[in-house]
């Protein structure tokens, strides 16, 4: 299971911290994707701190223990998002997302 | 660049067969992992399961016994069946590519548009 906040608020040019928490977290790289209603959603980081080609790098990830945090730096409204967490599962063969939250840029 | 795109009835009667493909384009089906995913309305994302291009399937274990997957390789796409459905099925669906890499499972890149399936009578 992974535990993510269910909504995060952030005035823009702030920073946004969505954190993801799981006891896979520890032993299992974390991706984070940026799902906007209506569209695909994107990988915004990988691997637990990879950023692929295209993202602003005003998105970051990092990992401690249990827990696994998106940030998003200088905060802008086309940021506004719900962003799920991802792990394979390696014990139990499966794919877990987090719950989502839905970040607000006020 | 590789693009998917979900087909298939977009309203399903309760106890029957949901069926959707996912079409790729961009690029070959050959050589990767295929996955599916939903998201039922005001809800998260679900994953449903993954294939390989050869045909060896991973599913969810809440619907390993209603759910089944295939490729088609001729065709560069692969389908999705979702058995007995009920209205907790109602959801948008999603197939996406997954690589499995040296450092271990990559991020699921691409995804889908999706496509709205609804389960009522």
């Known amino acids: 299971v992974l535990t993510q906040p269910p909504s995060v608020s952030v005035a823009p040019g702030k920073t946004a911290r969505v954190t993801c928490e799981g006891d896979?977290?520890?032993?299992?790289?974390v991706h984070w994707y940026q799902h906007i209603p209506g569209q695909a959603p994107v990988v915004v980081i990988y691997?637990?701190?990879d950023r692929p080609s295209g993202i602003p790098e005003r998105f970051s990830g990092s990992k401690s223990g249990t827990a696994a945090t998106l940030i998003i730096s200088r905060v802008e409204a086309g940021d506004e998002a719900d962003y799920y967490c991802?792990?394979?599962?390696?014990?139990?063969?499966?794919?877990?997302f987090g719950g989502g939250t839905k970040l607000t840029v006020l | 660049q590789v693009q998917l795109r979900e087909s298939g009835p977009g309203l399903v009667k309760p106890s029957e067969t949901l069926s959707l493909v996912c079409t790729v384009s961009?690029?070959?089906?050959?050589?990767?992992?295929w996955s599916w995913i939903r998201q039922p309305p005001g809800k998260g994302l679900e994953w449903l399961g993954f294939?390989?291009?050869?045909?060896?399937?991973n599913y969810n274990p809440s619907l390993e016994s209603r759910i089944s997957m295939s490729v088609d390789r001729p065709n560069n796409r692969f389908s999705l069946r979702l058995t007995s459905v009920t209205a907790a099925d109602t959801a948008i669906y999603y197939c996406?590519?997954?690589?499995?890499?040296?450092?271990?499972?990559?991020?699921?890149?691409?995804w889908g548009q999706g496509t709205l399936v609804t389960v009522s009578s």
């Open positions: 996406a590519r997954l690589a499995l890499e040296k450092r271990g499972w990559g991020p699921f890149a691409p």
């Open positions: 961009g690029g070959s089906i050959d050589g990767k992992y």
């Open positions: 294939i390989f291009y050869s045909g060896s399937p």
């Open positions: 896979t977290v520890i032993s299992e790289r």
């Open positions: 691997y637990d701190t």
């Open positions: 991802q792990v394979w599962d390696s014990d139990s063969d499966l794919w877990v």
